[in-house]
């Protein structure tokens, strides 16, 4: 299926969809105030336009955007919305079985539904109640699952898009919709992570008010912006300790997931902050 059928299909079913970088474009197609295109190394998966505001499933749109330049598809997953207002959740494994296993962990058994096999492992598309917001943080997962989850200001990268390694995002089975997020999942992902310090700025001194504007700046932060922002902070936070500090990372990472990041990248570029600040 080419990139502009699977648009169109993912559209057919009501998943809102905009165009984002190809890996066989010289150089990476993703837009972002401190993205720069020609030296990205993350290629084949930034968006193209705004995504938050810029998505469709008009086939005629869809047709001006995957018909002649080679784009990658991006699924808007909080403009996604199925029966009674359902809202979309993606569970990304980072390996075959990864939730599987967790399931396990919890005295369940995987619920299969709509699932996307990916370079390393399965996007699986949940439904969850209209009610229920969810965003980018793990949760009680934290720890426990090998990969990250989709909700909310979020995005992912869709069947019919190819990956940097040359690996395709295949549908497994397209006859099977998303199902109901089980309910071991939901609890999980609503639960605060164990062994994790309460964040606790201390306000009033001067380090913890340099603290909050830090975390409010990566908050703030766009699509395509947030690593360098955050990174930026994370560096900036880090230089003010002497040791590492679990409360710190522990609130930039929060303030990573609302922003948009996933756990996973938003772990990734903390460390890299403070391997940094260490090895000067
Ligand atoms: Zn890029």
Redesign the pocket.
Known sequence: MNALDAALWLAARGFSVFPA?HPGLER???VGRN?D?GT?Q??G??PAVAFTRTHSTDPEQLRRWFNSTPRNIGVAVGACRGSDGARLLVVDSDRPAALEETAASHGHRHTPTMRVTTAKGHHDYYWVPASMRLGNGLGALRGKFDGDVRAGNAYVIAAGSVHATGVLYELDDPERPPAKAPGWLLTALQSPPEHSPVVAAPCGSRAGGRLVGLIRFVLQSQA?ERNNRLYWAARRAFEQQAGPDANVASALLEAATQAGLTEGEARQTITSAYRSRAAR
């Open positions: 970088d990476c197609a993703g993205h295109p990205c993350d290629r998966k930034h395509g």
